[in-house]
C-alpha cells in the first residue's frame, strides 16, 4: 500500500484538494479531523489543554472555544508547542489505527492530510509527498477574505508555519493552486496517474509492509516521549 503525504499552509487550499481526492474514492485521512476527534470533550488531549491553558479557552457548552485558543497559539510559539504537544501524540496514534486498518482492507493507496508532515519529520515515512503551493501574497489574500482577518493577523498566522517555498523543497509533486480549480484538477489527475500503483507493486507491498510496521514503531517511540515529557 503507498502511502502518500498531502501537505501545504493556511489557505493553500489542501481542503479544496483533498475533497477531489475523496471523490476519486481514494482513501484519505485528515489530520485535521483528527485533531477535532481527540479534543472532544472527555477525551485525553482536552483534558491536558484544560490543565494547561485553563478553562477560558471553552465556550459555555463545554468544547473548545477555536478562535480564542487560536489567537494565543498564533501569538507564542511556546504555547503552540504545548498545544502540539497535547494533541500530537493522539492524533498519530488514531492516524495509524487507520493506516492499518486500510492495508488489512487492501486499499493500493492511502492519501495522509497533514499540515504539518515535514516539520513533524513524517515525511521519511511517505512513499511520496505532494505539496500545494501558492505565493504567500495569494496565501494573505485567501486568508483574509476566508476568515474575515485583518491583514496583520492573517500575516501573523501565515508566519509561524514552515514557507510553503520551503515545503516545496521536499516535495515529490507539486500542485500549483494559484489558477481556477480545473487547473488544480488537472493537476491532481496528473499527479495520481503516476502515483496509483499497479497491481504487482500493491501485491509486493501488501505481502510485507516494512515502512508501515516502521512508521507504527516510530509514533510509538515519539508518543512515549512527548507524553514522557509532558509529565516532567
Excluded at 485533531?35 to 473548545?64: C, M, Q, W
Excluded at 486499499?107 to 512513499?127: A, F, N
Aim: glycine residues 6%.
Amino acid at each position: 500500500m503507498k502511502v502518500i503525504g498531502l501537505t501545504g499552509g493556511i489557505a493553500s487550499g489542501k481542503s479544496t484538494l483533498s475533497r477531489m481526492i475523496f471523490r476519486r474514492r481514494i482513501p484519505i485521512i485528515d489530520a485535521d479531523l483528527l485533531a477535532k476527534k481527540v479534543v472532544e470533550p472527555g477525551k485525553p488531549a482536552y483534558n491536558l489543554i484544560i490543565n494547561h491553558f485553563s478553562r477560558d479557552v471553552l465556550n459555555e457548552d463545554g468544547t473548545l472555544d477555536r478562535e480564542k485558543l487560536g489567537n494565543i497559539i498564533f501569538a507564542n510559539e511556546n504555547q503552540r508547542k504545548i498545544l502540539n504537544k497535547c494533541t500530537h501524540p493522539f492524533i498519530r496514534r488514531e492516524a495509524f489505527k487507520l493506516l492499518v486498518w486500510y492495508w488489512i482492507t487492501g486499499e493500493k493507496m492511502v492519501v495522509l492530510d497533514i499540515p504539518l508532515l515535514i516539520e513533524s519529520g513524517l515525511q521519511k515515512w511517505m512513499s511520496s509527498v505532494v505539496v500545494i503551493y501558492v505565493s504567500e501574497r495569494l496565501q494573505v489574500s485567501r486568508l483574509i477574505k476566508r476568515d474575515n482577518l485583518l491583514e496583520h493577523v492573517a500575516i501573523q498566522r501565515i508566519s509561524a508555519q514552515m514557507p510553503l517555498g520551503e515545503k516545496v523543497k521536499y516535495a515529490d509533486y507539486v500542485i500549483d493552486n494559484s489558477g481556477d480549480l480545473s487547473e488544480t484538477e488537472k493537476q491532481l489527475n496528473i499527479v495520481i496517474a503516476k502515483l496509483y500503483p499497479t497491481v504487482w507493486s500493491w501485491f509486493i507491498t501488501w505481502i510485507g509492509p516494512p515502512a508501515l510496521v516502521a512508521l507504527g514503531i516510530t509514533v510509538a517511540i515519539k508518543n512515549k516521549m512527548l507524553m514522557m515529557g509532558w509529565y516532567l
